[in-house]
Antibody, heavy 114, light 112 residues
Framework: EVQLVESGGDLVQPGGSLRLSCAAS????????MSWVRQPPGKGLEWVSA????????YYADSVKGRFTISRDNSKNMLYLQMNSLRAEDTAIFYC???????WGQGTLVTVSS | DIVMTQTPLSLSVTPGQPASISCKSS???????????LYWYLRKPGQPPQLLIY???NRFSGVADSFSGSGSGTDFTLEISRVEAEDVGVYYC?????????FGQGTKLEIK
């Protein structure tokens, strides 16, 4: 059974930083690209970032480019999202996912507020 | 970026009646590999999105056969043959033919 477990969400002040983690199990992690998807309160789903299976290629939504960094550690089956210069509009539930396979974590809440 | 446009944005349906949601993409979702990368998701309150349909018309494991998907190119439809109370939530279409993956605005289904 595929499991994706996110952690690291918290309340942070505008301009602050946060690192999200996702522990993957139940599949050969190093064989698959992974994504982060978020949902702000009362709004729709927004793809944030993706990384290739090897980690060599990374992709970002324009809204987070230059502020967020996606990475992975295939030896530990872990996915990460380093978020810097956080803004109020980054407030959302962040999901670790393989969207094309229907695999999503339960999500972790990031709140950016003073 | 590929824009995904869903209609309607809300639906109120009597239990046992059918429902239909349309999704249109700004570009064809047909890949050179012959697959069409269009997915349907349902997000229930307090839960992560759950995959209903993949590649236009393939029902995901465990999904009720009351759900079906159809379409091609840029025009797609999700149909529920008989709506049940447990089908309430927000439905999203998603494309993954190219990054950034993009979602429709969502269609909120309520029970009358």
């Amino acid at each position: 059974e595929v499991q994706l477990v996110e952690s690291g969400g918290d309340l942070v002040q505008p301009g602050g930083s946060l690192r999200l983690s996702c522990a993957a199990s139940g599949f050969t992690f190093s064989n698959y690209g992974m994504s982060w998807v978020r949902q702000p309160p009362g709004k729709g789903l927004e793809w944030v970032s993706a990384i290739s299976n090897s980690g060599d290629s990374t992709y970002y939504a324009d809204s987070v480019k230059g502020r967020f960094t996606i990475s992975r550690d295939n030896s530990k089956n872990m996915l990460y999202l380093q978020m810097n210069s956080l803004r109020a509009e980054d407030t959302a539930i962040f999901y670790c996912a393989r969207p094309s396979f229907g695999d999503w974590g339960q999500g972790t809440l990031v709140t950016v507020s003073s | 970026d590929i824009v995904m446009t869903q209609t309607p944005l809300s639906l109120s349906v009597t239990p046992g009646q059918p429902a239909s949601i349309s999704c249109k993409s700004s570009q064809s979702l047909l890949h050179s590999d012959g697959k069409t990368y269009l997915y349907w998701y349902l997000r229930k309150p307090g839960q992560p999105p759950q995959l209903l349909i993949y590649e236009v018309s393939n029902r995901f494991s465990g999904v009720a056969d009351s759900f079906s998907g159809s379409g091609s190119g840029t025009d797609f439809t999700l149909e529920i043959s008989r709506v049940e109370a447990e089908d309430v939530g927000v439905y999203y279409c998603m494309q993954s033919i190219e990054l950034p993956y993009t979602f429709g605005q969502g269609t909120k289904l309520e029970i009358k």
